[in-house]
Structures are given as structure tokens and as C-alpha cells.
């Protein structure tokens, strides 16, 4: 029993209050955008599953805290599901003063914005955190100045030497060492181009790191990208950085690129065959590795909240009937076309999207106890 409390406090508590701000954020991207358009607006529900607990407001929208937490959804007046696909009786049945506000006879472009807020949402508070976290406790660097390059390594072979100050890699500026280091680990066999100043002479270099499989912080493996350099660091190496408040704006939003972009070649990979299967995560995952994360302090946990909102409304842009991104591929279609596809199409693809997503979730979930938790197939 007493292990069964520390579980749930340690890991399921953390995670749980990841998921609730994100879904929160997501969903009220899209309600706030949906009420600025007249949209009438039947449920606002964090979770799925029976209402724990709820209040109707003056606007006659339904606020619900459902009892499975992992999710959560915004349902429109003339919807038929979550998914928010179309109930077409309804919505010829509707009564004349309500049907101006129904979502589906909005304007495309309107209901383009209503679902874009979500995504756009999860970005904005990624942002928001990021920007907060960078301006009230700076960053730790160290110089970027190649100190030692092992023989017979990528670097070694691409001509770098010790001495060498990086200045970027792949246009992202380096502004320390450990800058330096994510950049490359974030590409194992990808190629990269590494700018540098060698004897106050810029010079561009351009290699592909060897994938390397290590231990993570927490005792995961992780698959990372090495090219054979080090440095020593003493105390005097290491230094408190704080941009002002124009600069962190720059800084924040390079971050949030990096992160797009490495997530996207990370996705890439498994369309080419070179992904790693274990080093997709589920809400297992995401759990366990939220409890961990915990364990080193709030504003860690604030940072990990961040980067899976990110995550989350990147992951909502895919084009995928019954996500996000699926109803934005059915408006703009509709905006090219200047009319809607058929029912029957539209319904063929949220059948599509269901199966996608749930054997997504159904592969990870899996994936998450064979090679997190059981050792299986290692």
C-alpha cells in the first residue's frame, strides 16, 4: 500500500498536473477564439468519460472536470462527437435564431481559426514559460572553445582542432559550449554544418556525428550524436547569463525553432527506417519520466510542462482526421474547392484518423511497458 502512495504521488500526481494545464491551454485556445467568432458553445470538458464536476454558465456552455484525465475537448452546439465532426440532422434542424452561431455554418476562414487557437495555444504557452524561466533565472555557459579532439574521431577527420571557438551549427547561434554539445547530439547521422573561428578567421565545417546509444539522466537509453570533442571545466569556465528582456524574446523564440525542427527530423527519421523505436514515449513514459523530472524541483518540472505543450500542439497539426490538424486539411480543401467535401468522405476520414491515432496510442502504450519497465526486446 505504502508503495502504491509513493507511486501515485511521485509519478501519476506530476503527470496528471502536466496534462491538466496543457489540456486546459489547448482547449481554451479554441474556446476563446470560438466565442470572438459568435460560435455557440455546448461543453468545455477537461477529461473524457462521466462528469465529476460542472457548472452552466450564462452563455449556456457546460464547464466539466470528467473522470479520465487524459485529455479533453471542446464540443460545439451542432457537433456529434469530442472529434467535433458535423452532426448534419441537427444542424438542418437547428432552430433559425441559433443556426447563424453553429460552428459548421461559420465561414471556412473562421473555423480555420477556431481550430488553429489550440496549437496556436500549447505554442504560446511553450513561449511564455520559456521566456519567464530564461528572464528570472538566466543560464549556466561555459565558452564554446574546443578543448581536446579525439584521434581517429568525426571531428578529427572534418578538420577540427583544438582551439576552435564555434560560433553556430545549422544557423543557430552557439552562445556556450553546452550549446554546442545538444546541437550535435540532437543530429546522430544527420549531417550538420558547424561554423567556427580558428585564429580569428571564420571558417565553416560541415560532418555527420555518429549515432551513439547512452544512458540517460534517469537510466533510459537515449540514441545521441557524437563527433569526438571535449573540454575541461573549472569554475572559472562557468557563468551566470541573463539577457535582457528584448534579447530573451530572441532567444526564446530560437529555442522554440530548435525544437520544431529537431522534432520534426526526429519524426523524419522513421520515414527513412533510421528511427529508434525506443525512444518513442507514451502517457507511461510521460509519467514516469514527469515524477523524475519532479523529484528535481518545480521549475523543472514548470520547463518539462513546456517542452510537452510544444510537443502536444505539434503533434495536434498533423494531418490526421479527428486531430486538429485533420480539420484544418478538410477547411482548407474546402477554402481551395469553395465548397466542403462530401459527408461520406469527410466520414471515411475520421474513420481513418480513429484508427491512426488509436493504434498510435495503443503502440506506444506498449512500447512504453516492454522497454521502459519489462527490459523486453533490449
Known amino acids: 500500500m505504502i508503495d502504491y502512495i509513493y507511486w501515485l504521488l511521485s509519478f501519476v500526481v506530476p503527470f496528471l498536473a502536466i496534462l491538466t494545464v496543457i489540456v486546459f491551454v489547448h482547449e481554451m485556445g479554441h474556446y476563446l477564439v470560438a466565442r470572438w467568432n459568435g460560435i455557440a458553445i455546448e461543453t468545455f470538458s477537461v477529461g473524457f468519460g462521466k462528469e465529476l464536476i460542472g457548472r452552466t454558465d450564462k452563455h449556456g456552455t457546460r464547464w466539466r472536470l470528467s473522470a479520465i484525465p487524459l485529455g479533453g475537448y471542446v464540443r460545439f452546439v451542432g457537433d456529434m462527437n469530442v472529434a467535433s465532426a458535423p452532426d448534419t440532422d441537427a444542424i438542418a434542424q437547428a432552430d433559425p435564431t441559433l443556426a447563424p452561431r453553429l460552428f459548421a455554418n ?215 482526421p479527428m486531430l486538429d490538424g485533420g480539420h484544418l486539411l478538410y477547411y482548407l480543401i474546402e477554402a481551395v474547392r469553395g465548397r466542403p467535401l462530401s459527408m461520406k468522405v469527410q466520414e471515411i476520414g475520421f474513420r481513418i484518423g480513429f484508427t491512426l491515432v488509436l493504434s498510435l496510442m495503443v503502440f506506444t502504450l506498449i512500447n512504453d511497458t516492454l522497454f521502459e519497465y519489462l527490459g523486453i526486446l533490449r
Open 106 to 320: 461559420k465561414g471556412v476562414w473562421q473555423r480555420i481559426a477556431v481550430v488553429a487557437a489550440g496549437p496556436i495555444a500549447n505554442v504560446i504557452l511553450t513561449f511564455v514559460v520559456l521566456y519567464a524561466l530564461l528572464l528570472g533565472y538566466g543560464r549556466y555557459t561555459i565558452p564554446p572553445v574546443i578543448g581536446d579532439v579525439v584521434a581517429g574521431s568525426v571531428a578529427e577527420s572534418a578538420g577540427i582542432e583544438p582551439g576552435d571557438i564555434v560560433l553556430a551549427v545549422d544557423g543557430y547561434k552557439v552562445r556556450g559550449f553546452e550549446d554546442f554539445q545538444r546541437l550535435v547530439a540532437t543530429s546522430p547521422d544527420r549531417q550538420v554544418t558547424i561554423e567556427i573561428s580558428r585564429n580569428q578567421q571564420p571558417q565553416t565545417i560541415t560532418l555527420v556525428p555518429e549515432a551513439t546509444k547512452v544512458e540517460g539522466p534517469f537510466g533510459s537509453e537515449q540514441r545521441i550524436g557524437r563527433i569526438g570533442v571535449a573540454r575541461d571545466v573549472s569554475d572559472g569556465d562557468v557563468s551566470l547569463y541573463r539577457p535582457d528582456p528584448v534579447e530573451a524574446i530572441g532567444m526564446t523564440t530560437e529555442e522554440i525553432r530548435f525544437i520544431v525542427q529537431r522534432t520534426a527530423a526526429f519524426m523524419g527519421d522513421f520515414f527513412v527506417g533510421k528511427g529508434d523505436v525506443q525512444q518513442l514515449g507514451g502517457p507511461v513514459k510521460v509519467a514516469r519520466v514527469s515524477g523524475e523530472v519532479a523529484t528535481l524541483g518545480i521549475v523543472a518540472l514548470i520547463n518539462l510542462m513546456a517542452l510537452l505543450s510544444l510537443n502536444i500542439g505539434l503533434f495536434n497539426l498533423l494531418p490526421v
